[in-house]
């Protein structure tokens, strides 16, 4: 059993930064590839970035590419997310998520359906 807590969002104007960061709990945690999701009012769910269980490998969506960078630190069990150079189609609720199954590589974008642990979300406002 995974649980994860995000932190971090907030408030910004455009072309700040600001850093996410998912506290896991559970002894597989470092097991499992993590990823970044948004969601912005009357839009789907997206992933933005994810990260293997080694960190070894990574995925942006375009939206994002050159501005945000995941990360993880297995030994404390987080994951981050830097934002940089924010706009204001960034606004949205943040959601850290663990796949179902552990050793999984990153080699695209993460579905909804193979997460089967979320954080319960934080919402990132950038203000043009």
């Known amino acids: 059993q995974v649980q994860l807590v995000e932190s971090g969002g907030g408030l910004v104007q455009a072309g700040g930064s600001l850093r996410l960061a998912c506290a896991g709990s559970g002894r597989s945690f470092s097991m499992h590839a993590m990823g970044w999701f948004r969601q912005a009012p009357g839009k789907e769910r997206e992933c933005v970035a994810a990260i293997s269980w080694t960190g070894g490998s990574t995925y942006y969506a375009d939206s994002v590419k050159g501005r945000f960078t995941i990360s993880r630190d297995n030994a404390k069990n987080t994951v981050y997310l830097q934002m940089n150079s924010l706009k204001p189609e960034d606004t949205a609720v943040y959601y850290c998520?663990?796949?179902?199954?552990?050793?999984?590589?990153?080699?695209?974008?993460?579905?909804?359906?193979?997460?089967?642990?979320w954080g319960k979300g934080t919402l990132v406002t950038v203000s043009s």
């Open positions: 998520a663990a796949t179902f199954e552990t050793g999984t590589v990153v080699t695209g974008p993460l579905s909804s359906w193979s997460m089967g642990y």
